[in-house]
Each structure stands twice: as structure tokens, then as C-alpha cells.
């Protein structure tokens, strides 16, 4: 019995002892490895960035096709650190672009649909910077069929976050309405803190739209999330300034929170 029992436990510590040491194996050479690119793309030509891309691109293009053992969260993970220096490396984006955005959330969603954090750079990534919004939504799209209400626990937020694509980058207001919709509905089952509020705020969003395909009031709320969720001040900055130009004003409170005055005309 005893030696059984050992045997079950070596069985479970042994993946779990060898996904960590591939963890911390990963994030001591990405470190580095982000330093370098950060230094190379301040003086890299734009035709060398571009080279770069390209062998980016084939390595992305395996990683698609490649079994992962059962190790797929490890995976999606790898990838998602391997984009953050990508998204986060300006210098060399502004010499080529963002048109590899969506190939690391193929790999990413493809690996892991449940890793809800990433759909928002995503979204942010491939619609706003790649200006790819088909694409983004097709991710979001692809991702969504494996989730549930509350599997996993505020997978509502994908349904707004297609919304929100849907609103602002296609302009597909029946869409989106039919998005924050689902999203309420879905918020409405959740028993996460927060999860009522999130269901009146994408309920208001969709009866906006209901009443007004052009509601200022639905592309500012839109927008307000998007503020509220930005990955980096870049995207911050977008989203204030999209926000005021639909007329309404944007405030900044000293806890660093934002508070969003109403358009006056809807």
C-alpha cells in the first residue's frame, strides 16, 4: 500500500517539479533576452527589424503545429511572455509594425482558451495597434466557444471585450448589442465580487445600442473599458482621447482612477 502510494505521489510531483523548472528556465532567459532586443531595435535598421519579424513569423508558424505533450498551458504561457516583449519593444514596432500580434494568440488562445487575461491584449494588440479587427474578433470568437458561465470564473469579460471590438472597430452595433447581452446574462450567473455591477454596466451598453446603433453614450462606455483595462499608457492615451472627441470629458483622480463625464448629446 505504502509503496503505491508512493508511486501516485512521484506520478504527481514529477510533471509538476518539471513544468516549474521549465518556468523559471523560461523567465531567466526571456530577461535577458528582452534587454538585448530592447538594445538592438534602438539601433537595428528597419530592413534588419523586418528580417527579424519574418523568422518570428516561422517560429510562431511551428509553434502552431507543434504537439505540446500536455503541456499546453506551459506553452501558451512561453508564448504570451515571447509577445509581451514584442508588444512592449516600441522602438522596433515603430520601425516595422504589429502585424505579428494575432499569430502569437493563435498559439496562445489555441493552447489555452481559458487564459482570460490575454484577450484583452488581444484585442488591444491586433484591433487598435495591427488594425486587424476581424482578426481580433475571430480570435475572441474562436476562444469563446470553450468557455461557459463561470467556466472558467469570469469568462463574461470575453463577451465584452468582443463587444467592445464589434462597437469600435467594425462599427457592428447589432453585434455588439447581441455581445454585452450574452455578457450580462452571463455576469448575472457569476458569484464573482463585482460580477452584479459588470452585468448592469453591459445591460446599459446593450439598451443604448437597442435604442441608438449610433449611441455616442455606448461607443464612450466602449471606450471607458478599454481605459479601464489598457495594458500600458499607449493605450490609455488612445482611449482618453477617443473619448473626448465623442464629447465627453475625462478626469483623473489622484488614486489613479478615471472618472468619465456623460456626452451631452447622444
Same mark, same amino acid.
Given at each position: 500500500?505504502? @509503496?503505491?502510494l508512493?508511486?501516485?505521489?512521484?506520478?504527481?510531483l514529477i510533471p509538476i &517539479?518539471?513544468?516549474? &523548472?521549465?518556468?523559471?528556465?523560461? =523567465?531567466?532567459?526571456?530577461?535577458p533576452?528582452?534587454?538585448r532586443?530592447?538594445?538592438?531595435?534602438?539601433t537595428?535598421?528597419?530592413? /534588419? %527589424?523586418?528580417?527579424?519579424?519574418?523568422?518570428?513569423?516561422?517560429?510562431?508558424?511551428?509553434?502552431?503545429?507543434?504537439?505540446?505533450?500536455?503541456y499546453?498551458?506551459?506553452?501558451?504561457?512561453?508564448?504570451?511572455?515571447s509577445?509581451?516583449?514584442?508588444?512592449?519593444?516600441?522602438a522596433?514596432?515603430?520601425k516595422?509594425d504589429?502585424r505579428?500580434?494575432?499569430?502569437?494568440?493563435?498559439v496562445? %488562445?489555441g493552447?489555452?482558451?481559458y487564459?482570460?487575461?490575454t484577450?484583452?491584449f488581444?484585442s488591444?494588440?491586433? +484591433?487598435?495597434?495591427?488594425?486587424?479587427?476581424?482578426?481580433?474578433i475571430?480570435?475572441?470568437? /474562436?476562444?469563446?466557444?470553450?468557455l !461557459?458561465?463561470n467556466?472558467?470564473?469570469?469568462?463574461?469579460?470575453?463577451?465584452r471585450?468582443? *463587444?467592445?471590438?464589434? %462597437?469600435?472597430? %467594425? *462599427?457592428?452595433?447589432?453585434?455588439? !448589442?447581441?455581445?454585452?447581452?450574452?455578457?450580462a446574462?452571463?455576469?448575472?450567473?457569476?458569484?464573482? +465580487? *463585482?460580477?452584479?455591477n459588470?452585468?448592469? +454596466?453591459?445591460?446599459? @451598453?446593450?439598451?443604448?445600442?437597442?435604442?441608438n446603433?449610433s449611441?455616442k @453614450?455606448? /461607443?464612450?462606455?466602449a471606450?471607458?473599458m478599454?481605459?479601464?483595462?489598457?495594458?500600458?499608457?499607449r493605450t490609455?492615451?488612445? =482611449?482618453i482621447?477617443?473619448?473626448?472627441?465623442?464629447?465627453?470629458?475625462?478626469? !483623473?483622480?489622484?488614486?489613479g482612477?478615471?472618472?468619465?463625464?456623460?456626452? +451631452?448629446?447622444?
Open positions: 500500500m505504502q @509503496t503505491r508512493h508511486q501516485n505521489w512521484r506520478q504527481i &517539479l518539471v513544468m516549474l &523548472l521549465c518556468m523559471t528556465a523560461i =523567465a531567466a532567459l526571456q530577461i533576452q528582452l534587454q532586443l530592447l538594445n538592438h531595435s534602438q537595428e535598421s528597419a530592413e /534588419q %527589424l523586418r528580417r527579424t519579424v519574418d523568422i518570428e513569423k516561422n517560429r510562431l508558424t511551428f509553434l502552431k503545429q507543434l504537439p505540446s505533450f500536455g499546453q498551458n506551459l506553452l501558451a504561457d512561453w508564448t504570451f511572455l509577445f509581451l516583449q514584442y508588444f512592449g519593444d516600441e522596433a514596432r515603430s516595422t504589429y505579428l500580434s494575432p499569430d502569437y494568440f493563435e496562445i %488562445l493552447r489555452d482558451p487564459f482570460l487575461q484577450y484583452i488581444a488591444t494588440s491586433t +484591433a487598435l495597434y495591427a488594425g486587424m479587427p476581424e482578426k481580433s475571430a480570435l475572441i470568437q /474562436q476562444g469563446l466557444q470553450s !461557459k458561465p467556466v472558467p470564473a469570469g469568462s463574461y469579460y470575453v463577451w471585450q468582443l *463587444g467592445i471590438d464589434q %462597437l469600435l472597430f %467594425l *462599427g457592428d452595433a447589432q453585434a455588439a !448589442k447581441q455581445s454585452f447581452e450574452t455578457a446574462n452571463w455576469a448575472r450567473l457569476s458569484d464573482l +465580487a *463585482g460580477s452584479a459588470v452585468a448592469e +454596466a453591459s445591460q446599459q @451598453t446593450a439598451d443604448f445600442l437597442s435604442k446603433p449611441s @453614450t455606448a /461607443q464612450v462606455s471606450w471607458t478599454v481605459l479601464g483595462s489598457a495594458p500600458d499608457d490609455q492615451k488612445i =482611449a482621447s477617443r473619448i473626448e472627441a465623442l464629447g465627453s470629458k475625462v478626469v !483623473k483622480h489622484p488614486d482612477s478615471f472618472g468619465i463625464q456623460a456626452p +451631452a448629446k447622444d
